[in-house]
């Protein structure tokens, strides 16, 4: 009799919960293994324009961008991963970080309103600059061929070769 009391009480949360479930986040896209979520795709959306200094856009366009953007990060992150590329330091992020303050805002409070209005967090912002940075030294020591331009081309060239040799699937319901 207890063993069933006891079964009764575990299945009884169950059958008072709602039948319908909500849709907590959805895949946007999906490079090789690695799922890219509709949160990660508002989140770069404005991140990206917050750094841009151009008003929020979060139109279809700016969605298949962003995915498009992240399906980049992400090839690039798996790289970075399987080598040994220094991420920066604090102080060059927080550095980054002031120069943006400086060149934008006339005041902290003129930062913070813009934080609020693009829905971002001063450690969201700071994890993308410290990614950007990222970025920059890696190109530079995996890609020096002398000048900025050649760089950057044979940086670009090994992206866009990664990214045909990945498994790359869109869900374009998800980008609208």
Same mark, same amino acid.
């Given at each position: 009799?207890?063993?069933?009391?006891?079964?009764?009480?575990?299945?009884?949360?169950?059958?008072?919960?709602?039948?319908?479930?909500?849709?907590?986040?959805?895949?946007?896209?999906?490079?090789?293994?690695?799922?890219?979520?509709?949160?990660?795709?508002?989140?770069?959306?404005?991140?990206?324009?917050?750094?841009?200094?151009?008003?929020?856009?979060?139109?279809?366009?700016?969605?298949?961008?962003?995915?498009?953007?992240?399906?980049?990060?992400?090839?690039?992150?798996?790289?970075? $991963? %399987? @080598?040994?590329?220094? *991420?920066?330091? /604090? #102080?060059?992020?927080?550095?980054?970080?002031?120069?943006? =303050?400086?060149? !934008?805002?006339?005041?902290?409070?003129?930062?913070?309103?813009?934080?609020?209005?693009?829905?971002?967090?001063?450690?969201?912002?700071?994890?993308?600059?410290?990614?950007?940075?990222?970025?920059?030294?890696?190109?530079?020591?995996?890609? $020096? %061929? @002398?000048?900025?331009? *050649?760089?950057? /081309? #044979?940086?670009?060239?090994?992206?866009?070769?990664?990214? =045909?040799?990945? !498994?790359?699937?869109?869900?374009?319901?998800?980008?609208?």
């Amino acid at each position: 009799m207890r063993s069933r009391l006891t079964a009764l009480a575990a299945c009884l949360p169950l059958a008072l919960a709602p039948a319908h479930a909500d849709v907590v986040d959805r895949i946007a896209a999906a490079v090789n293994n690695r799922a890219i979520k509709e949160s990660q795709i508002d989140r770069d959306i404005r991140l990206t324009d917050f750094l841009n200094g151009v008003p929020l856009d979060e139109s279809a366009a700016s969605k298949r961008k962003a995915a498009d953007r992240l399906i980049d990060q992400t090839v690039i992150r798996t790289e970075l $991963a %399987k @080598g040994t590329y220094p *991420a920066p330091s /604090d #102080a060059d992020v927080t550095a980054t970080l002031e120069k943006i =303050k400086q060149a !934008r805002f006339r005041s902290d409070a003129d930062y913070q309103q813009a934080l609020k209005t693009y829905g971002i967090s001063e450690p969201e912002l700071k994890a993308q600059i410290a990614f950007q940075l990222q970025v920059v030294k890696f190109v530079d020591l995996r890609f $020096a %061929k @002398g000048s900025l331009k *050649a760089d950057n /081309d #044979a940086f670009f060239a090994w992206l866009d070769a990664t990214r =045909k040799a990945s !498994r790359i699937q869109y869900h374009d319901e998800v980008l609208q």
